[in-house]
């Protein structure tokens, strides 16, 4: 795959605590260069970014990032101000002590609430596959189906582990067809962008992708 195609699967991220608006605005210019799938900010940053690039910019950002220990709630406001700032995508975390407390029925719920607020908007669940069983990554990919949630996410990046291949193809086995996968966390040279892809992943999560190209 050509260098500069592998770009439309990115979404070009910066999720630091400590990121600046500076950072945060060469990140913008750079996925309007390189036409990346989106830019995912921290929530804090989306309305200066729309406002500074407006339609330039497919704009995405986080709910409940990055532990998903939040209420509904809370996460549903998180929700309604990231729309009201132009956000176009959401990459939400479910609650994790909801799947080990094998109470599937809660996450599936919440996903469900939070995609009504979404509407035609993108959601991305992030179901942190570094603390998950095989069964409840299992039961994870039939919640999110059973949501309506656009996507199904490996990681934020924040956890103990990042995306595998491993875990894409048990995702691909057990999603829905309207579901689609993002590989996100540890992904650091194109030959895993490439391996990600094949593997059938629909958008890559890392801040990488471009000093990777261009080091190419």
């Not at 956000?87 to 995609?115: C, L």
């Not at 491993?166 to 650091?188: C, H, M, P, T, W």
């Not at 030959?191 to 990600?196: H, P, R, S």
Request: glycine content about 8%; some cysteine; proline content about 1%.
């Amino acid at each position: 795959m050509e260098h500069l195609e592998i770009m439309k699967y990115v979404d070009h991220t910066l999720l630091k605590a400590y990121a600046t608006w500076e950072e945060i605005r060469i990140l913008g210019e750079e996925a309007i260069k390189y036409n990346t799938a989106s830019v995912c900010v921290p929530p804090n940053y989306v309305k200066r970014l729309h406002d500074t690039y407006g339609e330039k910019l497919n704009i995405c950002t986080v709910v409940g990032f990055p532990l998903g220990y939040s209420t509904t709630e809370a996460k549903i406001e998180e929700c309604v101000q990231a729309l009201k700032d132009g956000v176009n995508e959401i990459d939400m975390v479910i609650n994790i002590s909801d799947v080990k407390n094998k109470d599937y029925k809660s996450v599936e719920d919440e996903i469900r609430k939070i995609k009504e607020i979404v509407g035609e908007h993108i959601l991305k669940v992030i179901v942190e596959t570094c603390y998950l069983t095989e069964v409840e990554k299992i039961e994870m990919c039939h919640a999110v189906t059973n949501a309506g949630a656009d996507y199904i996410k490996t990681s934020t990046g924040f956890g103990t582990g990042g995306a595998t291949l491993e875990d894409v193809q048990l995702f691909k086995k057990y999603i829905g067809n309207n579901v689609r996968i993002k590989a996100s966390g540890g992904i650091r040279t194109l030959k895993d962008m490439e391996a990600f892809i094949d593997a059938g992943c629909s958008r890559l999560g890392t801040s990488s992708a471009i000093k990777l190209i261009n080091n190419a």
